[in-house]
């Protein structure tokens, strides 16, 4: 059976882990997935994650989660673009998240990223997801 939303399925597992108390998540690997972990790990939601591969020989993400005192960094995690509703936004109505508190990872042509970094590169595009 197919997955119609990836990237959703990642933030779902990333959420679940969290309020489960995990160390580690894991799930299959894409480019897309990728970078918005690299978005989520130089923003401090995550330590970090690696590439492996399964005994079926497909490459999976390993994503390290972070807590500070025992509670969880990530408090909030929303896709926002859907694949039945896509949001697409450009720099003047890009939306900030609890008054710039939290991020927006947008899905630019020059690449996926915070919203504030969109804001300097002056790129609108998709708005993948929102995190507090």
Do not use: W
Not at 1 to 24: E, F, V, Y
Not at 30 to 55: C, P, Q, T
Not at 68 to 93: A, D, H
């Amino acid at each position: 059976m197919s997955m119609s939303d990836p990237l959703g399925d990642m933030l779902t597992r990333i959420r679940n882990g969290q309020r489960a108390g995990l160390k580690t998540v894991a799930c299959s690997a894409s480019h897309l997935r990728a970078n918005v972990l690299n978005v989520l790990k130089s923003s401090g939601y995550i330590r970090g994650f690696s590439e492996e591969m399964d005994e079926r020989g497909l490459k999976n993400l390993r994503i390290e989660l972070k807590y500070e005192s025992g509670q969880p960094v990530i408090k909030e995690l929303n896709r926002v673009s859907k694949p039945g509703r896509r949001v697409y936004t450009n720099v003047e109505t890009m939306p900030r998240f609890y008054n710039g508190l939290g991020i927006t990872i947008v899905s630019t042509p020059k690449g996926v990223m915070a919203d504030n970094d969109a804001r300097e590169a002056n790129v609108g595009g998709e708005v993948l997801c929102q995190v507090f």
